[in-house]
């Protein structure tokens, strides 16, 4: 796949040829932190930012998306069957997020499109959109991405990777879809693939954080459903669901019906393991009603029991969003590494 | 793309009162669309999104049998937002139906078994749909012996009572209905379910599987029952019930370890339940 050089003169130009064929979103600054928005006609992505507060999975899993919609007009002929909305899967590209985020995309693909049903909502949003990374060369104190089968460079998910060169970006097509985005801004000058290589070796290696996975496989499910730390770790937790939503592969959702007058639409909603109403049955039992249950449940399902489903490593791309946003500071390092070390005879006394 | 969140449209056809106290109702639906029916090819112990646009999906397990053609059946204790509003729903009402959903009793292993069903309560209903799929003149050849004990609090609280007093008849199964208490014109047995499963259960041996189905505190007396008549930890088959939304394995809230109740289940067995947390 080739590499170009981007001098930054042509950046905006490049960008403008594009607004043409693609639906443009990248990273802009508002109320302090930078997120993922649609871009108008000649506006820029921001890229001074080391993380972009939310994901950017709301591109193929929005917060809220109407699934389906439906009359209750009983003169109407098909009052009270479901139809298809029409929706709007034309090209669009996401540009400037971070390999962390397509790295995830990843990951959560393989809960949305399975052998035996597809989520359409969720795949054709995904094939509609080229995802333009940009890599990390100033990580966060929390980034951990590296021992999380991640990386600062890390190509999975992305179509194209850019690496800031200081005058110029480095531009990498990963895929077809890749090739085609680079075709349609008339970014040709050809690059040095070393220098990518090389910028990619410095920036892991500024990656001070790790976390410890390799004997997770190993260890059977209950002995850590069962170990002693759960009510520890679980103990400062206010169930707030904020490290849910702010993961990029956390893809929990709910589904509710909304009607006004006699229409309405089914909607699929993010939902959040971090709340009672997540698995509360109809008879008011509960098989997650503690809080502990609940923590445990998130830190399983990331850690263990997608480990043991897949075969693919954690549920984890080391993205450090939920370290800093968790209002009472639990770390899904130290607990991965707790689990990691865990041994039932050393607990049981 | 097929799309597995749009359900089926359905008509009530029947509306049938199945219990004393009118808490269970057993609805007959059909569906709209030519090829529906086709589609919606199930097996016994499978389950369905019963979808009212407005309202919600509820999963429920199928009660008719797939031996049964031209309709659906569902028999549905009214509890929630959702079956609260379908208790009150008319024959000529349109619905939605998605599924079917989930595994089912494993029929390929069972083919040449002895089959050993006790049920409780409102949980009758994927029991019902599987011996009716057995006793179809065109399977019953395929299964050793078929025994069978039901038990629920009264005689009125007896779901297909009329069927089953029709197929205790029949010599080609071994049936026991029981209910808590004694009462007027009931020939049958009395006494809570797995004490009479206890004394009338085939013994448990590698030809024999067990199927039990109903409510928590009567799974939790039945098992050591089962244990005591022999049966093997892989030989009990369960169907479990947990919150649901999608039905089919993506929203992420049924799950029990790795488990997602509503696709790698309902049917387990209780060898593979006590590999995973107990959070149903």
Redesign the interface.
Known sequence: MKIVKINKKNWAEGLDSLAGSYSLSGPVKENGYHNFKKLNKGELPDFDFLNTKLSSKSFVFPQSEV??E?S?DETADD????K?VKKDYSKRAVVGMRPCDAKALMLVKM??D?A?????YW??AFNATTFVGLACDNPESTCFCTSAGCGPYHEDGLDVLLSDAGDHYIAKALTQKGEELLSAAKWQESADASVMDKKKAEAEAQIASTVKTDQLKKKA??DL?SASFWDDIAFACINCGTCTYACPTC???????E?KGNK?I?M?NW?T?MSPL??????G?N??GDKT?RVR?RF??KL???V??YDKGIMCVGCGRCIRQCPVNIDIRSICDKMNRYEPAEQSE | MNNPYLPYPVRIDDIEIATEDKSLRTFKFVFLNEGDEEKFAYKAGQFAELSIPGVGEIPIGIASSPVEKGFVKFTVFKAGKVTSHLHNMKVGDVMGLRGPLGNWYPWDKLEGKNVFIIGGGFAFTTLRSSIKYMLDPANRAKFGGIHMVYGARSPGMILYRDELIEWEKRDDINIHLTIDREAPNWDYHVGLGPNIAEKVGPPGNDDTYAIACGPPIMIKFTLPVLEKLGYAKDHIILSLENRMKCGIGMCGRCNIGRELVCKDGPVFTLEELNLTPKEY
């Open positions: 699934m389906l439906y209750l009052h009270h069957i479901m298809e809960n949305f399975t035996d049903y597809q989520d359409p795949l054709n499910t209950l459903h893809w929990c959702f709910d589904i509710q019906d009607t309405g089914r699929k939902d393991c997540f698995t509360l049955h109809t008879t039992h098989p997650r249950q449940q399983m399902h263990k029991y997608f043991d489903k």
